[in-house]
Each structure stands twice: as C-alpha cells, then as structure tokens.
T-cell receptor, first 116, second 114 residues
Framework: GAVVSQHPSWVICKSGTSVKIECRSLDFQATTMFWYRQFPKQSLMLMATSNEGSKATYEQGVEKDKFLINHASLTLSTLTVTSAHPEDSSFYIC????????????FGNGTRLTVT | GENVEQHPSTLSVQEGDSAVIKCTYSDSASNYFPWYKQELGKGPQLIIDIRSNVGEKKDQRIAVTLNKTAKHFSLHITETQPEDSAVYFCAASNRGSTLGRLYFGRGTQLTVWP
C-alpha cells in the first residue's frame, strides 16, 4: 500500500489566495522530504528539499516566499503556495524516504492545483 | 551536477513483445538508479532499482541492467501487457551517508497495444 500520503489530490482556488498541500509518511519517520512540480508531459522538477526542524533548501529559480515549506514533524511536510496565480497551476508531488542507505524514495499521488 | 538522458521518448509495442528503455548518466559518483512508473494523474511508483555494485537485477517481468563503465542503464519489460502502458522515468542519485537527490530523465511514454 501507499507509504506516502498527499492531500488534497486536487484543488481549485482563485487567483490571489493561498493553498496548502500536505505530505505525510504513513508508517515511518522521514527526516527529509522532497517537493516536485510537474508540467504536462514533462519530467519532475525538484523544487525544494524539506528537512525536519530546519529551513528548506530551495532549487535555483524557485521563489521561497511564494512556495513556503514547513517540515514540522518527522511525518509531515507542507507546501503552501501563497498568492497563487494561474501560472502556478501544476501537478505538485512530494516524496519521502526512510533515510537509510537502502531505503527507496516513495512518492505521493500528487496534487493537481488549478488557479482560476 | 548530474545529467540523465532517456530514450526513446515514446515507445509502442504489441502485447506480449518486449520493451527496452535506455538511460545514460554523466556523474560517475552516482551509485543508485531507480525506475519509476507513472500513470495518468498519479504520482510515480517505484518499480525497480539497482545499485552500482550490481550489474543486473530482475523482478518477474522487469529487469534493469547497469554498465558503470559506459554510464548507462536500461529497463527491460518482457511479455508486455496493456496495463504496462504508462510513463516510465529513470533516475540517478549519489547515495552515501545522506539521502542524495534524484536526477530524472525526461520520461518514456510506453503504449502496449492489445
């Protein structure tokens, strides 16, 4: 079964509002989670690395004030898209690993964000 | 940083045939190579992975081969079925004592015709 849960699976919001997406590791503690963005028919683009108890590390070109990441516990990371605009519409996916050398990276089922 | 190239971008096969997807990587420090299957509207699902100390790994109809010298790795699916139709992504990572980030290929849209 799923080991990483993402919520909501889809959301529609109005331009200018903020949206929060949750990512949970279901039966393990994840000190590190990753947030990706995916455009239609394209690969996954890493946005940021979320570290429990510390600030997220953002990839070049990703606005940290627009995409707020909070890794408040070992099983929960949140991504908040602030003051959303239509160009923020995309598929957002989180991933997590148990963190051991042999532990694979598992992905959530993604969140389809549509900004109108 | 790492650069992962994936080919082909689209692949159509008849049910029962084999499908092969190939990837190359640039960073010789990469030591972990997972493959993901992504169905429409869903997140990627890990289907098989291989580490640099292994040359080949099999799991039923799926196999992955790794050539460290040439820096390429391939996914082989035998006896394909319509439900294998999806986008497949290869990835590379340098996993040491910390969790290394994954570098993804551009994906291959596999279509299996009944």
């Amino acid at each position: 079964g799923a080991v990483v849960s993402q919520h909501p699976s889809w959301v529609i919001c109005k331009s200018g509002t903020s949206v929060k997406i949750e990512c949970r590791s279901l039966d393990f503690q994840a000190t590190t989670m990753f947030w990706y963005r995916q455009f239609p028919k394209q690969s996954l683009m890493l946005m940021a690395t979320s570290n429990e108890g510390s600030k997220a590390t953002y990839e070049q070109g990703v606005e940290k004030d627009k995409f707020l990441i909070n890794h408040a516990s070992l099983t929960l990371s949140t991504l908040t898209v602030t003051s959303a605009h239509p160009e923020d519409s995309s598929f957002y996916i989180c991933s997590a690993s148990r963190g051991f050398y042999n532990s694979p990276l598992h992905f959530g089922n993604g969140t389809r964000l549509t900004v109108t | 940083g790492e650069n992962v190239e994936q080919h082909p971008s689209t692949l159509s096969v008849q049910e029962g045939d084999s499908a092969v997807i190939k990837c190359t990587y640039s960073d010789s420090a990469s030591n972990y190579f997972p493959w993901y299957k992504q169905e429409l509207g869903k997140g990627p699902q890990l289907i098989i992975d291989i580490r640099s100390n292994v040359g080949e790994k099999k799991d039923q109809r799926i196999a992955v081969t790794l050539n460290k010298t040439a820096k390429h790795f391939s996914l082989h699916i035998t006896e394909t079925q319509p439900e294998d139709s999806a986008v497949y992504f290869c990835a590379a990572s340098n996993r040491g004592s910390t969790l290394g980030r994954l570098y993804f290929g551009r994906g291959t849209q596999l279509t299996v015709w009944p």
